[in-house]
Structure formats: structure tokens, C-alpha cells
């Protein structure tokens, strides 16, 4: 079953690796002696589906979570079972993807109006006047 991230784009198993270990917290004897965190593994650098350009966005985005030899690494161990570890990554995975693959906006640079600039001007001149006002009488007039 391969992880769909968009209508064009979608991760094949055999490039998702997945290993499990013992979890921390809270369980009891249950955390002690069944491994159930789950950690992903998603080679991007050696990725067949993605483009250079997908590639760099992606190294970019990931930050830590990217290892030296370009290596995405992810881990859950919120839940108890194996298998809800497992989806909440290739969920978390595909989020990911979708918001590193999307391009941003440019913004467009503006200059505030005319009309902008004389209302702020005349705001800063009505509020000066009322803390002019709120002085005492012959102190600080200019």
C-alpha cells in the first residue's frame, strides 16, 4: 500500500522504513516488553518519485529531522498499539510533504497610500494633542 500525498505524487512502500522499539511513560508492564513506538525512516535523497527541485524543498523544510546522509526520521510512541503509532507517522509523513511541496506565495512589495500616510499623521497629531492636554498648566510647553 503506498502513501498518496497529492494526485501526482505518491510514496512507495518499498521507500518507507519502518522499526520499532520499547516506549517510554506511562504503561507498566505493558511498555516494558512490547515494542510499540515506531520510528519512519524515508530516504529522500535516494527517492525515485521526487525531482531535485522536490528534493531541495524537502531538505529544506525538514531542518533536524534530516539526517547528514539525507535520511528522514520521524517517531511516534503516543499510542499503545504498534499500528496506530505507524498510521499517525505516514499521516504526519504525508502532512508534512504536502506543506513542504507547496510552493509559497511571493509577496508583492507595496507602499502605503497617501491617503494611508495622512490618517496616520493625523492620528499621531490628535493623540499628541490629547497628552499635551493632559499636562500640567506652564510645564513642558514648547
Known amino acids: 500500500m503506498a502513501l498518496p500525498i497529492d494526485d501526482r505524487l505518491t510514496i512507495p512502500d518499498e521507500e518507507i522504513e519502518f522499526t520499532y522499539s520499547r516506549a517510554s511513560g506511562p504503561g507498566g508492564q ?45 517517531t ?29 506565495k511571493q509577496r508583492t512589495a507595496t507602499k502605503p497610500t497617501r491617503a494611508s500616510k495622512k490618517r496616520r499623521l493625523d492620528a499621531k497629531q490628535r493623540r499628541g494633542a490629547i497628552k499635551k492636554d493632559r499636562r500640567r498648566p506652564g510645564h513642558g510647553d514648547d
Not at 528534493?55 to 529544506?60: D, L, M, N, T, Y
Not at 510512541?77 to 509559497?104: H, M, V, W
Request: proline share 1%.
Open 30 to 74: 505493558h511498555v516494558n516488553k512490547v515494542e510499540t513506538r515506531a520510528r519512519l525512516r524515508f530516504d529522500v535523497m535516494q527517492s525515485r518519485v521526487l525531482d531535485e527541485g522536490q528534493k531541495r524543498r524537502i531538505v529544506r523544510a525538514a531542518g533536524s529531522r534530516l539526517t547528514a546522509d539525507g535520511h528522514l526520521l520521524m
Open 76 to 104: 511516534c510512541g503516543k499510542y499503545r498499539e504498534r499500528s496506530r503509532n505507524r498510521e499517525d507517522l505516514l499521516e504526519r509523513l504525508r502532512a508534512f510533504l504536502i506543506e513542504a511541496l507547496t510552493p509559497k
